[in-house]
C-alpha cells in the first residue's frame, strides 16, 4: 500500500533559520506530489505541488520543494523562516487510478514552531 | 470569497446517538471529499463523491455514510458513534478539469467531533 512518511514530528527553529522538512512515500510508478500547511486555527491550504518538468518547485511565501526520484523523497525548504511560518505542514502523494485517482495519501504532519 | 464551509465546527455527541456533519461550497467544483484526522494522525480518506457518483474507501467502517443532494452540499452521517470515531472530520473539494491526479483539493476548517 502506498504511504507517505515524515521524518520528525516537531521542528523548532529560530526565526531566520533554515527549514528542511522530510518527505518520503512508497510507490514505484508516477506520482504527484502536495505540501500543504495549516496555520493555527485555520484550514488546510496547498503551499506547492509537483506534477511533471522541473524537480525543483516553488510554492507560496518563500517554501520550496525538491523531487527526487531515485530517493522517493519531496522535502520542503526554505532558506529563511518567519514567525509567521508557525504552522502545521503535511506532505501528500496522489498516486491512485482509476475511481481513486484523486484519493490523496497524507503523511502524519510536521509542527513548525519558530521562535522570534 | 469562494470557499469551503462546514457546520458545525465543533460537535458534541453520544456514544450511540446518530449525528451529521454539514459542508458546503460555493466553487461549484464536482469532486467532494471526506477525511477523519484523529490527533497526531494524517487526514485519512472515507470517501467521496464525483458528481453524484459515491466512492467508498475499502476499509471506511459501514457506520459512515454520506450523501450529496446537490453539488453545493455534502453531508457526512455517523449512524451510531464510538468513542473512537472521535476526530477533526475535514470536507474538502477539487474539479477535475486537468485530471483528477492533477488537482489541488480545497479543505474546509473541519468539524472537531467529540462522543461522550
Known amino acids: 500500500a502506498q504511504s507517505v512518511s515524515q521524518h520528525n514530528h516537531h521542528v523548532i527553529l529560530s526565526e531566520a533559520a533554515s527549514l528542511e522538512l522530510g518527505c518520503n512515500y512508497s510507490?514505484?510508478?508516477?506520482?504527484?506530489l502536495f505540501w500543504y500547511v495549516q496555520y493555527p486555527g485555520q484550514h488546510l491550504q496547498l503551499l506547492l505541488k509537483?506534477?511533471?518538468?522541473?524537480?525543483l518547485v516553488k510554492g507560496i511565501k518563500g517554501f520550496e520543494a525538491e523531487f527526487i526520484k531515485s530517493k522517493f523523497s519531496f522535502n520542503l525548504r526554505k532558506p529563511s523562516v518567519q514567525w509567521s511560518d508557525t504552522a502545521e505542514y503535511f506532505c501528500?502523494?496522489?498516486?491512485?487510478?482509476?475511481?481513486?485517482?484523486?484519493?490523496?495519501?497524507f503523511g502524519k504532519g510536521t509542527k513548525l514552531s519558530v521562535k522570534p | 470569497d469562494a470557499m469551503v464551509i462546514q457546520n458545525p465546527r465543533y460537535q458534541v455527541t453520544q456514544f450511540g446517538k446518530p449525528v451529521t456533519l454539514s459542508c458546503s461550497q460555493t466553487?461549484?467544483?464536482?469532486?467532494m471529499y471526506w477525511y477523519q484526522q484523529k490527533s497526531s494522525q494524517a487526514p485519512k480518506l472515507l470517501f467521496h463523491?464525483?458528481?453524484?457518483?459515491?466512492?467508498n474507501e475499502a476499509d471506511t467502517p459501514d457506520n459512515f455514510q454520506s450523501r450529496r443532494p446537490n453539488t453545493s452540499f455534502c453531508f457526512l452521517d455517523i449512524r451510531s458513534p464510538g468513542l473512537g470515531d472521535a476526530a477533526m472530520y475535514l470536507c474538502?473539494?477539487?474539479?477535475?478539469?486537468?485530471?483528477?491526479?492533477?488537482?489541488?483539493?480545497?479543505f474546509g476548517p473541519g468539524t472537531r467531533l467529540t462522543v461522550l
Open positions: 510507490y514505484g510508478g508516477t506520482v504527484n
Open positions: 474538502a473539494t477539487s474539479s477535475p478539469k486537468q485530471g483528477l491526479r492533477n488537482n489541488e483539493q480545497f
Open positions: 463523491y464525483y458528481d453524484k457518483d459515491f466512492n
Open positions: 509537483y506534477f511533471s518538468g522541473d524537480p
Open positions: 466553487l461549484n467544483h464536482n469532486v
Open positions: 501528500a502523494v496522489n498516486a491512485g487510478y482509476g475511481g481513486s485517482q484523486g484519493n490523496l495519501i
